[in-house]
């Protein structure tokens, strides 16, 4: 059975500290995988990842791929009050549609 | 550009009604797709489709339909609502059936009673 999972479920830290977010995946016939930053409402794309080590940066923000294994983090530099939100990590899938598969979540609040 | 658009944004239904939830988009992306969130759960693909005329079935179809007469429009029928569908439901677009990018809608929340 294809699955996401992600680490921890919650986060709460202090502004300026830096933050790992992890997720893991068990997908056949893997095509990439992907970034979502949703705050209480729809999901909002931040990377997509499809080769391996290659790591994907946006100001403090910062993606990288492991194939082999099959895993992901998001770092998260110097946290502010506006990085409070729920992360969502999905994997997409080769096939005849676009399937994707979304983890539950990591809930991250940043405090003052 | 509006982007992807849905509605309502909120909905109060009764066990055995049937609505439809209203998705557009205004980029002329090929691929739509319907998902429920629903809490510990993540978001999970309901009904997909890759292009006018063309749907299929993701990981949870039961209880709903969808068509897809215009590239701009997928509609998500619930045929007879149930508490179980109570739930937020995300519209999603992206420019091609090979294009992982994807934009979500605002999202409706459902609630059957």
């Known amino acids: 059975e294809d699955k996401v999972v992600q680490s921890p479920l919650s986060l709460v830290v202090h502004e300026g500290d830096t933050v790992t977010l992890n997720c893991s995946y068990e997908?056949?016939?893997?095509?990439?995988l992907l970034w979502y930053k949703q705050e209480k409402k729809a999901p909002t794309f931040l990377f997509m990842l499809?080769?391996?080590?290659i790591e994907k940066k946006s100001g403090r923000l910062s993606s990288i791929l492991d194939k082999k294994e099959l895993s992901s983090i998001l770092n998260i530099t110097a946290t502010q009050t506006g990085d409070s939100a729920i992360y969502l990590c999905?994997?997409?899938?080769?096939?005849?549609?676009?399937?994707?598969?979304f983890g539950t979540g990591t809930s991250l609040t940043v405090i003052p | 550009n509006a982007g992807v658009t849905q509605t309502p944004k909120f909905q109060v239904l009764k066990t055995g009604q049937s609505m439809t939830l209203q998705c557009a988009q205004d980029m002329n992306h090929e691929y739509m797709s319907w998902y429920r969130q629903d809490p510990g759960m993540g978001l999970r693909l309901i009904h997909y489709s890759v292009g006018a005329g063309i749907t299929d079935q993701g990981e949870v179809p039961n209880g709903y339909n969808v068509s897809r007469s215009t590239t701009e429009d997928f509609p998500l029928r619930l045929l007879s609502a149930a508490p179980s569908q109570t739930s937020v439901y995300f519209c999603?677009?992206?420019?091609?059936?090979?294009?992982?990018?994807?934009?979500f809608g605002p999202g409706t929340r459902l609630t059957v009673l």
């Open positions: 999905a994997v997409a899938r080769r096939g005849t549609g676009n399937q994707f598969y």
């Open positions: 999603a677009s992206s420019y091609s059936r090979v294009s992982d990018t994807q934009y």
């Open positions: 499809t080769s391996s080590g």
């Open positions: 997908v056949t016939n893997f095509r990439s």
